[in-house]
T-cell receptor, first 109, second 113 residues
């Protein structure tokens, strides 16, 4: 099956810092989503981004499908950004999301 | 409703007991998915419905797991004769179609004792 690797696995930031999270996948996809799982376990949709670039406030994402990677940028981080960030891909021809290994982010005041 | 709703939020079951977990998808969403998330891991696919048809059940770990969506809206995941390794968070997601953005419920945390 498709492999989805995220890096870094863990990240500690001071409030106000910027960061880049990466997601690599091993096969062609027709759907890619970024999620934030908060400390209560809720998966919050950040971006639906099979290709191109999107921005939403302090967050932005870029997917280069031909090179099989996606990047999530967090600027001016806040303590509420803490949690686990997952990318998930839907492989072409398959109707299910395969989740990456996750990046655990801790933002300290 | 406004989002995907799951119930119960928490369930403690004695080993060997049967459990039923409910998912109310976003109104009008055709596709519905169940995922299992073990502690410290990412969610893993269990099964997929398009309307009432179960099109993929390749992720169900054993024949003790059964899912249904008889009228193409609400879905139930049933686990028979629960075992300790079934302890996990069970997540439900829905999407307008199979190739559009998926939205997740808050999950049901199952603990088997």
């Amino acid at each position: 099956g498709i492999q989805v690797e995220q890096s870094p696995p863990d990240l500690i930031l001071q409030e106000g810092a910027n960061s880049t999270l990466r997601c690599n996948f091993s096969d062609s996809v027709n759907n890619l989503q970024w999620f934030h799982q908060n400390p209560w376990g809720q998966l919050i949709n950040l971006f639906y981004i099979p290709s191109g670039t999107k921005q939403n406030g302090r967050l932005s994402a870029t997917t280069v499908a031909t090179e099989r990677y996606s990047l999530l940028y967090i600027s001016s981080s806040q303590t509420t950004d803490s949690g686990v960030y997952f990318c998930a891909v839907e492989r072409t021809g398959f109707q299910k999301l395969v989740f990456g290994t996750g990046t655990r982010l801790l933002v300290s005041p | 409703g406004a989002g995907v709703s799951q119930s119960p939020r928490y369930k403690v079951a004695k080993r060997g007991q049967d459990v039923a977990l409910r998912c109310d998808p976003i109104s009008g969403h055709v596709s519905l998915f169940w995922y299992q998330q073990a502690l410290g891991q990412g969610p893993e696919f269990l099964t997929y419905f398009q309307n009432e048809a179960q099109l993929d059940k390749s992720g169900l770990p054993s024949d003790r797991f059964f899912a249904e969506r008889p009228e193409g809206s609400v879905s139930t995941l049933k686990i028979q004769r629960t075992q300790q390794e079934d302890s996990a968070v069970y997540l439900c997601a829905s999407s307008a179609t199979g190739l559009t953005e998926a939205f997740f419920g808050q999950g049901t945390r199952l603990t088997v004792v």
